[in-house]
């Protein structure tokens, strides 16, 4: 089945705790993406890559972390918590015709911090 | 300023009847616009996309396009109790941003019975 897997689905831990959370596709997808979404501000855009080892900044990129080593995997880091990274967390990938395809999504990973 | 505005509903729609949800954008190079479903909890699932100026229709849905206008805008007819989520619209911004893609914040859709 075509699909993007996101783990954990459910975090919490604690200020300052490295975590990783994990995204895969196994749709042989250039492009990948990650989001936070909060109540009253919609989807944001943390980082995105378009394919191996080209990332770029989002438009929420502080305090985090991503790397493209594999076409399949996209990791987003969080070296150093804090509270205000609670947040609802989706991964996405699409194929190279991002204008024509969009973005399909993960199920996502909901993070508390405290 | 966010490139691509929504109303935030929500917008209470009688059972049966059609559902007019509607989305700007800023950006007149944008060449392509999706329309995504959320339900609460839920991650976002794509339902339409438009590339060409006119309406495309798909089953109960319809999406309607206004380059010169910079408009979006998504029908449901015939709404049903199941069709109550929040709606996203969606655009990858033109130029060299081949990576972006901004979502609106969502317009919240209750189909009451």
């Known amino acids: 089945e075509a699909q993007v897997t996101q783990n954990p689905r459910y975090l919490i831990t604690v200020t300052g705790k490295k975590l990783t959370v994990t995204c895969s596709q196994n749709m042989n997808h250039e492009y990948m993406s990650w989001y936070r979404q909060d109540p009253g501000l919609g989807l944001r855009q943390i980082y995105y890559s378009m394919n191996v080892e080209v990332t770029d900044k989002g438009d929420v990129p502080e305090g985090y972390k991503v790397s493209r080593k594999e076409k399949r995997n996209f990791p987003l880091i969080l070296e150093s918590p804090s509270p205000n990274q609670t947040s609802l967390y989706f991964c996405?990938?699409?194929?190279?015709?991002?204008?024509?395809?969009?973005?399909?999504f993960g199920s996502g990973t909901r993070l508390t911090v405290v | 300023q966010k490139e691509v505005e929504q109303n935030s509903g929500p917008l209470s729609v009688p059972e049966g009847a059609i559902a007019s949800l509607n989305c700007t954008y800023s950006?007149?190079?944008?060449?392509?616009f999706f329309w995504y479903r959320q339900y609460s909890g839920k991650s976002p699932e794509l339902i339409m996309s438009i590339y060409s100026n006119g309406d495309k229709e798909d089953g109960r849905f319809t999406a309607q396009l206004n380059k010169a206008s910079q408009y979006v805008s998504l029908l449901i007819r015939d709404s049903q109790p199941s069709d109550s989520a929040t709606y996203l619209c969606a655009s990858p911004p033109g130029g060299d941003s081949w990576g972006k893609f901004q979502f609106g914040a969502g317009t919240q859709v209750v189909v009451t019975p």
């Open positions: 950006d007149r190079v944008s060449q392509s």
């Open positions: 996405a990938s699409s194929p190279r015709q991002l204008t024509n395809y969009g973005y399909t």
